[in-house]
């Protein structure tokens, strides 16, 4: 079997010690890289020279280097001008450019992660059954609930282990109260569902159990067989993510391929900070009337799948239900798929009809409430009011100035 390489970008402190205190330990337990067939497997690290010092003298390296090679891809510190997902390009330009030349299973990462035992086990038994590609669902999770919760369980600490061992449902279960907002408001039965521009995945719960249904645009490529690629085309990380169209541009849709349905099988786990925005309560009236909410929403993710950020690979794996559970899967589940499954489906006319005119309704509701508000002396209102009539001033021609030119005399 050809040699699997894990690979990643990483540079800075914080995310170092993602990287060493959680990442690496979760790869490190039982059912993962130490679950890997006899092979010259590498872990690359694309990062500054700093960092790679920092990362090299750490005591989880020397338990890693029992099972594949730490390999150090230098990138430079990014600077203040730097937009950080294209900086991470730089790293995994060098990574895939690595996995594409050896003929080697490329296992995409990012430092801030954390995977399920049994997930590189998983991935083991799908290269050895010929995928090419193996997929799995990729949201964000809420970063200080959940350090918080790994911190009570002994995980997070000044005196972190060194393997970490978290199966698909503890995970599910952490993930589930250490929801990120914009995951959060995915929410299918959510009100705020139509505040994301484009929609990464619409999400729907499973009460009994604790769990949802996904259905999902955002996906991590978790396995790629660089063998089976003819030319590689890096084009994509120069200007996006591995997320990106990268996976299509190379493969297309490829014929084996693999999307991972069940946390059970393997699950990730991806955190950022939580932030937190203050709306007008009554904006939005309109889609907060449940009967009008999930007529909107409903079009708005059969629509969502048109959007230009989604190539084709996407628009087909979007189709395919992912249960993300902590129980065992039962008869509550079997009929949220169902009703998701009426949902997710080709867009029709009627559709885009109702998201037009449920979006022109709401934009006059909307106008008519900060109109209201302003007379009330709402200051929110009152900025918005005095926004539009300083631009109406300024898109108004004003008063004309006397032409100081010389008159022509008239021809004789």
């Known amino acids: 079997m050809q040699p699997f390489y894990f690979m990643l970008s990483v540079w800075g402190r914080a995310y170092c010690d993602f990287l060493l205190r959680l990442c690496i330990p979760s790869l490190l337990a039982g059912r993962n890289i130490p679950a890997l067939p006899d092979g010259a497997h590498k872990f690359l690290i694309a990062c500054p020279p700093e960092d790679w010092e920092y990362i090299a003298a750490h005591p989880v390296l020397a338990e890693l280097r029992q099972y594949c090679e730490p390999v150090h891809l230098e990138i430079p510190a990014p600077t203040a001008q730097d937009i950080a997902t294209l900086h991470m390009g730089k790293g995994h330009i060098l990574a895939t450019e690595r996995c594409s030349a050896d003929g080697a299973y490329g296992v995409a990462l990012t430092p801030d992660l954390v995977l399920s035992d049994g997930t590189v086990e998983a991935l083991v038994r ?102 089976a690629i003819g030319d590689h085309d890096i084009s994509t990380l120069q200007n996006w993510t591995m997320d990106g169209d990268y996976i299509f541009k190379n493969f297309g849709i490829p ?40 007529l909107y929403n409903a079009a708005r993710v059969r629509m969502n799948v048109q959007a230009p950020e989604f190539d084709d690979l996407k628009r087909q794996c979007v189709l395919a239900p992912v249960r993300w559970h902590v129980s065992d899967i039962d008869e509550h589940w079997l009929r949220v798929e169902e009703r998701a499954a009426r949902i997710v489906r080709s867009p029709d006319r009627k559709d885009r009809v109702v998201l037009l005119a449920l979006a022109e309704t709401q934009k006059q509701v909307d106008r008519l409430v900060v109109l209201c508000d302003f007379f009330r002396g709402k200051p929110y209102a009152q900025s918005i009011v005095h926004r539009k009539l300083a ?22």
Not at 258 to 286: K, Q
Not at 391 to 412: C, I, N, T, V, W
Request: hydrophobic content about 40%; overall charge negative.
């Open 255 to 294: 014929q084996h391929l693999e999307v991972c349905r069940d946390s059970d099988e393997m699950m990730i786990m991806s955190w950022g900070p939580s932030h937190t925005f203050v709306r007008n309560p009554y904006a939005d009236l309109l889609r907060k009337l449940p009967g009008t909410r999930r």
């Open 126 to 227: 799908s290269a050895s059954s010929g995928k090419e590609i193996v997929l799995v669902a990729a949201l964000r999770f809420a970063e200080e609930p959940l350090l918080e919760q790994l911190s009570e369980m002994g995980i997070w600490t000044d005196a972190s282990p060194l393997t970490v061992s978290l199966t698909g449902r503890q995970l599910v279960s952490l993930g589930m109260a250490a929801m990120h907002p914009e995951t959060a408001a995915l929410d299918f039965d959510a009100e705020l569902l139509m505040h994301h521009s484009v929609l990464p995945a619409t999400l729907w719960r499973v009460p009994q159990d604790g769990g949802v249904v996904v259905h999902s645009l955002s996906w991590a490529p978790l396995l790629i067989d660089y063998a």
């Open 391 to 412: 631009r109406l001033r300024g898109a108004l021609p004003g008063p004309r100035a006397p032409d100081s030119r010389p008159k022509r005399e008239k021809a004789e």
